[in-house]
């Protein structure tokens, strides 16, 4: 999956590169920063970091992973929060541009974030997670690289308060909808059973015509009226919409490789997350996204709050998948894509 929230221990992960929310004297520091000197082996990285000697701010340069997992460790030098109206939305978003456009020039094809300027920084949680999600999802609509944005615990990821909200409400509300929905249904059954009781007999011949008819069609004909497979409905509103592949595998945040397996089987069968991944690269409405699902044959439930998060999103019209995966992960939800 190119970009996929994780809870972890960023100095524990098993990627290329991880990312150090440095200070610019990349000196050994507090938080993250302390937690990877010392897991690298501080000596040897203070010694490197000594030669480097300087980062500014929203800058980014790389080192050796020592002792680490990760073979390289980009430090990246965050802004300090003053308020917001000393750029430093500018300066953070740098911080992950700049640190992927190096990872890029190294040949690097897996890094771990950690939310940068989020700790003894100030930025506020909620803002510097907007930010990281808004940088990377726009790279990665350009490059082919799997990004981890680690976080260590709950505590430290936190959705914006008026988004989720938002979304809790719409969860809400539906799940009512549902639940007076069944009772709709449970009254319309008892009447259905009133009548078959009274009409037993018209009942009864009924349910022979239906099978008659059933059973008067040919398999032949049956089969060959399927309709299209989930890949040919896809590669069909690919080129509808005038879109390229690498163009909605990106928007699906899926690797190019699972979608070749798409494009190359008829008959493929993805998981019910893919399907709808790909659904919402195609910004398609719910009605279209229930279509495309059963070709694989899944479908959209109210009892789902993954699949009510999802509609949520596609109800107003944002298609942002990477936005959509920080929800919901928020929830506690697995994410859209491979």
């Known amino acids: 999956m190119p970009l996929e929230i994780v809870r972890n221990d960023i100095t524990k992960m098993k990627v290329d590169a991880i990312v150090n929310a440095a200070n610019s004297r990349l000196e050994q520091g507090g938080g993250v920063c302390g937690a990877i000197f010392s897991a690298a082996g501080a000596e040897k990285l203070r010694t490197e970091c000594g030669r480097i000697g300087h980062c500014a701010v929203g800058s980014a340069v790389i080192t050796g992973g020592y002792k680490l997992p990760a073979k390289h460790i980009i430090h990246a030098v965050g802004p300090v929060w003053q308020g917001g109206g000393h750029n430093e939305e500018k300066l953070l978003t740098s911080c992950y541009t700049n640190s992927l456009n190096l990872a890029l020039k190294h040949g690097l094809t897996s890094v771990a974030f950690p939310l940068i300027s989020s700790g003894i920084f100030g930025y506020p949680k909620d803002e510097a997670l907007r930010v990281a999600i808004s940088a990377i999802g726009s790279f990665l609509l350009k490059h082919d690289m799997t990004v981890f944005l ?6 430290a990821y936190t959705l914006s308060d008026k988004l989720f909200k938002s979304i809790k409400t719409y969860i809400d509300d539906n799940y009512v909808q549902t639940h007076a929905a069944r009772q709709r249904g449970n009254q319309a059954d008892e009447v259905l059973s009133q009548i078959r009781e009274q009409d037993s007999d018209a009942g009864g011949y009924f349910r022979k015509m239906v099978s008659a008819s059933i059973a008067s069609r040919d398999l032949d ?11 040919e409905m896809l ?37 019910k997350n893919t399907a709808l991944a790909l659904a919402v690269a195609l910004e398609l409405n719910l009605d279209q996204t229930a279509d495309l699902l059963r070709r694989a044959g899944y479908a959209m439930s109210p009892s789902s709050r993954f699949d009510l998060i999802v509609e949520y999103f596609i109800n107003e019209g944002n298609f942002n998948i990477f936005e959509i ?4 992960f928020a929830f506690d939800e697995s994410m859209l894509g491979a």
Do not use: M
């Not at 680690?150 to 505590?155: E, L, M, R, S």
């Not at 798409?262 to 998981?271: D, E, V």
């Open 150 to 155: 680690v976080v260590f615990d709950k505590a």
């Open 235 to 271: 590669l069909r509103l690919i080129d509808e919409k005038g879109k390229s592949d690498p163009e909605i595998y990106k928007r699906a945040n899926l690797d190019r490789k699972l979608f070749s397996k798409i494009r190359g089987n008829p008959k493929y069968k993805p998981s």
């Open 221 to 231: 004909n049956v089969v060959n009226h399927i309709g299209e497979t989930f890949t």
């Open 325 to 328: 995966n920080e929800a919901l």
